[in-house]
């Protein structure tokens, strides 16, 4: 049985911090047999528009936007056994490309809460994870707080469970390239990488 890893890269700055530690996580997820890993940069693969606030999905079950690609997105999203989205740090929260994502959830809000339907098959709620990938410039402990927030929604929405949530956040990187020195990034990312896909296939019951 195939394993699906869906994958965003959400900062505007290319192969920068938060993508670099995304790539190292897939990379050692990639290694393991039975993975199928797809991987979305914000703004080029995908376009994501912000949220009009409108509450279109309370009745319609999807977003009324049909200029970009979210629909597919949110989809997607319900598919994949492991949900990663990988943001740096602006101003205390996720880069606007990420919040962007997460806002556009609401569909996934307006499904569990207004419309009483499931988001994902209830056979699946328990056997999938999410991951919250981050970088930031500032050492401060509290940094990764807001974003840790607004990701926390973004998985609950999902129907990723709390105990499912997992998360890789790396301070005092802010250069483009400063994640490559760090001292223990890159084995952080593999560890957790090959840790989640042995735990998802025993949630799956392959182990």
């Not at 009745?59 to 936007?65: F, T, Y």
């Not at 490309?97 to 997460?102: E, G, I, M, Y």
């Not at 990488?193 to 949630?203: A, D, H, Y």
Request: net charge negative; hydrophobic share 45%.
């Amino acid at each position: 049985m195939v394993i699906k890893v869906l994958a965003f890269a959400t900062s505007p700055r290319r192969q920068g911090n938060s993508e670099t530690l995304l790539d190292y996580l897939l990379a050692a997820m990639g290694e393991e047999s039975g993975i199928e890993i797809t991987k979305y940069v914000l703004g080029e693969d995908i376009i994501i528009n912000p949220c009009k606030g409108c509450n279109a999905c309370e009745v319609l079950n999807r977003c009324i936007q049909e200029d970009d690609d979210l629909n597919d997105v949110l989809e997607e999203i319900i598919e994949a056994d492991c949900v990663v989205l990988a943001s740096p740090i602006f101003c205390m929260g996720l880069c606007a490309q990420a919040k962007a994502l997460v806002d556009r959830a609401q569909v996934f809000r307006s499904r569990k809460y207004v419309l009483m339907e499931p988001v994902a098959p209830p056979e699946r709620k328990d056997k999938r994870i999410g991951i919250f990938v981050s970088t930031a410039g500032q050492k401060w402990d509290y940094v990764f707080d807001g974003a840790v927030m607004s990701m926390k929604c973004f998985f609950h929405v999902s129907d990723i469970l709390k105990r499912n949530m997992r998360w890789l956040m790396i301070n005092g990187v802010d250069l483009k390239g400063e994640i490559e020195a760090h001292p223990s990034a890159k084995d952080q990312a593999q560890e957790m990488g090959v840790g989640v896909i042995r735990e998802l296939k025993q949630l799956k019951g392959e182990v």
